[in-house]
């Protein structure tokens, strides 16, 4: 009877039914069974219950000391809750069990990347992908590692190998755009595929929100911070002030226009983007207004 509750509760989670795994493992029978916990453990991550999913998985580890899934589990947990060196240990931990594990060695890359450790995950990643090269999510891996390397050509060609096993990926696709964005030159293409994944996905807020800093970026180009840093210490900040108004405010406009109407509408629906367009009007309009009042004045002296 265990064994038919843990086999339908891992038939719901592949449907990603997630409240109904946590109903059908509800006996306290079932509390002493490692399956049934660490079915428990992912359940609640997905179900963005971290604390007791941490819990459950400090339990598992108690229950269940000697295996390496146990660790991973809750290595998961302590992720969920923002605590990546935890996270790290226990992954550490999982692949002293099971060093032979793809699984459990793809883990270990990832809290490597996370926390910092960059040369030791791209070795890691590399074990794994020797392994299992036909696996896409090791390919996306690689991609963050060299993505956070700065090594954005060799961060590209991962995640197109991505691509190629899973078109589909919108991880891969997302991560794509983030090392085109940051390459040079790559913008548009940047653009379009996070376009495309929000097609597919309409509501991931994360790809919207990166969608509007790529295409209407909040910062200044660097030449022009120059020409205004020039600006103050040859006018003086007062009297720079009026120059970089107008300038900040030409510059929202110009990128406002540039954008397609798809995109023009996005920045509009967005209440940030519609407050900084806001602001950028009002500056550019105090900045007007002064450099008029200014120039009135010298001809009326």
Same mark, same amino acid.
């Given at each position: 009877?265990?064994?038919?509750?843990?086999?339908?509760?891992?038939?719901?989670?592949?449907?990603?039914?997630?409240?109904?795994?946590?109903?059908?493992?509800?006996?306290?029978?079932?509390?002493?069974?490692?399956?049934?916990?660490?079915?428990?453990?992912?359940?609640?991550?997905?179900?963005?219950?971290?604390?007791?999913?941490?819990?459950?998985?400090?339990?598992?580890?108690?229950?269940?000391?000697?295996?390496?899934?146990?660790?991973?589990?809750?290595?998961?947990?302590?992720?969920?809750?923002?605590?990546?060196?935890?996270?790290?240990?226990?992954?550490?931990?999982?692949?002293?069990?099971?060093?032979?594990?793809?699984?459990?060695?793809?883990?270990?890359?990832?809290?490597?990347?996370?926390?910092?450790?960059?040369?030791?995950?791209?070795?890691?990643?590399?074990?794994?992908?020797?392994?299992?090269?036909?696996?896409?999510?090791?390919?996306?891996?690689?991609?963050?590692?060299?993505?956070?390397?700065?090594?954005?050509? #060799?961060?590209?060609?991962? !995640?197109? *190998?991505? %691509?190629?096993?899973? @078109?589909?990926? &919108?991880?891969? /696709?997302? +991560? =794509?755009?983030?090392?085109?964005?940051?390459?040079?030159?790559?913008?548009? #293409?940047?653009?379009?595929? !996070?376009? *495309?994944? %929000?097609?597919?996905? @309409?509501?991931? &807020?994360?790809? /919207?929100? +990166? =969608?509007?800093?790529?295409?209407?970026?909040?910062?200044?180009?660097?030449?022009?911070?120059?020409?205004?840093?020039?600006?103050?210490?040859?006018?003086?900040?007062?009297?720079?002030?009026?120059?970089?108004?107008?300038?900040?405010?030409?510059?929202?406009?110009?990128?406002?226009?540039?954008?397609?109407?798809?995109?023009?509408?996005?920045?509009?629906?967005?209440?940030?983007?519609?407050?900084?367009?806001?602001?950028?009007?009002?500056?550019?309009?105090?900045?007007?207004?002064?450099?008029?009042?200014?120039?009135?004045?010298?001809?009326?002296?």
């Amino acid at each position: 009877m265990h064994d038919e509750r843990i086999a339908r509760a891992e038939s719901l989670a592949g449907l990603n039914r997630h409240e109904d795994v946590l109903q059908v493992l509800a006996d306290p029978g079932l509390n002493s069974n490692p399956a049934a916990a660490q079915l428990r453990v992912f359940a609640l991550l997905n179900l963005d219950r971290a604390p007791e999913a941490h819990n459950e998985a400090t339990r598992l580890v108690g229950l269940d000391p000697d295996s390496p899934l146990s660790f991973l589990a809750r290595s998961y947990s302590w992720e969920s809750l923002e605590r990546p060196w935890d996270a790290l240990k226990d992954a550490r931990e999982a692949a002293r069990l099971a060093p032979y594990s793809p699984v459990v060695r793809s883990r270990l890359a990832t809290c490597l990347a996370r926390s910092g450790q960059l040369d030791e995950a791209h070795e890691e990643v590399g074990w794994v992908l020797a392994q299992e090269p036909d696996e896409p999510d090791h390919w996306v891996l690689l991609g963050r590692v060299y993505y956070h390397l700065n090594r954005f050509d #060799e961060a590209e060609g991962a !995640l197109l *190998e991505a %691509l190629r096993l899973d @078109p589909e990926s &919108s991880e891969a /696709r997302v +991560m =794509l755009a983030g090392v085109q964005a940051e390459s040079g030159g790559r913008k548009p #293409e940047s653009i379009e595929n !996070l376009i *495309e994944v %929000l097609k597919d996905n @309409p509501t991931l &807020s994360p790809v /919207r929100q +990166m =969608l509007l800093e790529i295409a209407f970026p909040r910062q200044l180009p660097k030449e022009l911070v120059i020409i205004l840093f020039g600006l103050v210490v040859m006018l003086g900040s007062v009297v720079a002030l009026v120059p970089i108004a107008i300038s900040y405010g030409f510059l929202v406009a110009y990128r406002y226009r540039r954008l397609s109407p798809e995109l023009q509408t996005l920045v509009l629906s967005d209440p940030d983007m519609r407050k900084r367009i806001r602001i950028a009007v009002a500056v550019w309009a105090v900045g007007t207004g002064a450099a008029i009042a200014g120039g009135l004045y010298l001809l009326l002296r």
